[in-house]
């Protein structure tokens, strides 16, 4: 199953997790729509050839969706019961730390074996390296910022460009180092309005005749991007200013190989842990190596953003 926000990958580790059920014998379930589509029974049975053709596709072909009744007592015990109606021993849960909160939730009420494979593009999960979708949404926000760049440069303005990131800087700080922003703006740093003055000033200075800031939408700095803009427009007059929200066409699109990849070995670790007797556990990557961390851990364990890729940052902003 998938839940919570899709992110691309997903059907190519829902493709994985099938064809390795096929490769060592094991009936594989589809569950339509999350913990929502497990309260309900929404199942379908997956083969080898139900995947065709899916490891490109952005997006989930089992569709995702929020369970309020899955948070109580009630909803879990139904999804118990269609479980154990349809026969099926095992879940894999493909999601974020929400979807595995129910996991967790629902294994220590009927001890029922889950294995989690982290979908989520933010990249906020202990325990991996890289969540499922993170690399393509970079990829997409790094092209996306390339072409604003063009705009930006033609009529000297500065553009605020915010990318997605409520809890986390990864997709902000990355994308902009990479596409060369004169800032970014993250959750993790409360670097303060006057600093941003000040480097946008002092690119003023240097000869730049347009800037890209680049802002996570979780950003600290107590207003949102349009009243950044605002306080810019205000403070630096000589900007022209605009926003650009680039929303949820990160999430979107065909996967990239390296997610691709990724999802292709976590799903087939999923299986195999299983098969091994082995529960509650997320698969991730950890130095090019699949590994397995307790769900637990994996929810609980928070992230920490790469403080030498932000000195690298405030380097190539100079």
Known sequence: ?????????????????????????????????????????????????????????????????????????EGRAKAFEKLKEEEIEALVVIGGDGSFTGAVVFNQEYNFPVIGIPGTIDN?????SHTLGYDTALNTAVEAIDKIRDTASSHNRLFFVEVMGRDAGFIALNAGVGAGAEEILIPEEDLGLDRM?????????????????????????????????QYVEENLPEYDVRVS????????GAPSCFDRVLASRLGVKSVELLLDGKTNLMVGLKDNEVISTSIADAIKGGHVIDQELLRVSDIMTT
Do not use: W
């Open 1 to 73: 199953m998938t839940s919570g926000g899709d992110s691309p990958g997903m059907n190519a580790a829902i493709r994985s997790v099938v064809r390795a059920c096929a490769y060592y014998r094991v009936s594989c379930v589809g569950i339509y729509r999350g913990y929502e589509g497990l309260i309900e029974g929404d199942f379908i049975e997956l083969t080898a050839r139900s995947v065709n053709n899916i490891i490109n596709k952005g997006g989930t072909i089992l569709k995702s969706a929020r369970s309020t009744e899955f948070r109580t007592k």
């Open 124 to 128: 906020d999960i202990f325990g991996t």
């Open 197 to 229: 003055l000040e480097s946008l000033k002092k690119s003023r200075r240097t000869g730049k005749s347009s800037s890209i800031v680049v802002v996570a939408e979780g950003d600290k700095s107590g207003r949102n991007v349009y009243e950044l803009a």
């Open 245 to 252: 929200v680039l929303g949820h066409m990160q999430r979107g």
